[in-house]
């Protein structure tokens, strides 16, 4: 279900508005399905008492502490809680419903029929619109543009990004409403998105994209054996170890260097008409060391100069 979830949750809002963005990640099937929301009863409800089934609190943490507030944010186990008891009812229709299989749908007998309070707010019992209340006051809270701030600073900078990087996102998602384009704008416009050094570890999935890209093997390259090599270096096509995804830290992937040498090896391999030397130019420029120019030059293959292109310290990083 990720390629689904990818397609129709966050790529048609990944540069709209996040409370748009929060409200589709939280109610597609997958992440329902993942989390177990399909599975929470509110203990009140009609279902709950009938087949004595209770809460599952998984979506309503991980929506706190994931893809919003962020961890030591101020919120306690009892909004956790009471989260989880607004999001009961939100679930999918199973695949084999014959009309609208795989679908969103709120079920009103599994919803706890009670108001509640998140953050210190109340919400009344509206059904599926008391949850959409809770998400919409959670994409704007201060927290959340903090959080948002640091995680893309992070993601696209540096481990340890410029303060003032996370502080400048932080205040554009704030002033616009959370203007997702406009975040991503700031963050490619922002002088310190360029001026610290080039020290972010391309994760593998960024870096065999990039080396495909860079090759032309695109064609070449069989899906399975692409998805072979994000295997081996520890990041599994849409199998990432725990909700929180793959990791933005240079910590996790560093171990795996040696083994995108075989990669590279494959890959360079298959680009048999490739020019190292053109290469180098239009996929690093000026980036490009005296050191890693004479080293590809120096090559005694055209494979072995694309291998070592793509293993530069310069391609690996960004």
């Given amino acids: 279900m990720a390629g689904a979830y990818e397609r129709e949750a966050i790529w048609p809002h990944v540069l709209g508005r996040f409370t748009d963005l929060l409200q589709a990640v939280e109610s597609h099937p997958a992440m329902l399905v993942y989390l ?7 203990a009140d409800s009609i279902a709950g008492i009938n087949q004595d089934k209770g809460l599952n609190e998984n979506l309503a943490r991980e929506t706190l502490e994931l893809h919003t507030l962020g961890v030591r944010s101020g919120y306690s186990q009892a909004d956790v809680t009471n989260f989880a008891k607004v999001l009961t009812g939100w679930t999918w229709l199973r695949p084999e419903e014959p009309v609208h299989g795989g679908e969103f749908v709120f079920v009103r007998r599994f919803h706890e029929p009670s108001d509640q309070f998140v953050l210190g707010k109340h919400y009344p019992d509206s059904g599926f619109d008391q949850g959409r209340a809770v998400l919409a006051d959670l994409a704007r809270h201060p927290a959340t543009t903090q959080h948002i ?3 893309l600073a992070r993601h696209f900078v540096a481990d340890d990004p410029p303060p003032a990087l996370a ?8 002033d616009t409403g959370g203007d997702l384009k406009e975040v991503v704008r700031t963050l490619v416009t922002a002088e310190e998105s360029w001026t610290a050094p080039r020290q972010k570890l391309k994760p593998p999935a960024e870096w065999i994209a990039g080396v495909i890209r860079l090759t032309g093997t695109a064609a070449d390259m069989p899906i399975g054996r692409i998805m072979n090599a994000q295997v081996a270096l520890g990041a599994p096509l849409w199998r990432p170890p725990a909700p929180n995804g793959y990791s933005d830290m240079e910590a996790a992937w560093i171990d795996g260097i040696s ?6 090896t494959e890959l360079a391999g298959r680009a048999s008409r490739a020019e190292p030397l053109e290469l180098l130019d239009s996929g690093l420029g000026p980036l490009a060391s005296t050191q890693t120019r004479e080293t590809v030059a120096r090559a005694e293959s055209r494979s072995q100069a694309l291998a070592l292109l793509v293993m530069a310290p310069e391609f690996l990083r960004r």
């Fill in 36 to 42: 177990d929301n399909v599975l929470s009863m509110g």
């Fill in 149 to 151: 701030g640091q995680k």
């Fill in 167 to 174: 502080a400048k996102l932080a205040k554009i998602f704030l």
């Fill in 259 to 264: 083994r995108r040498i075989d990669i590279a």
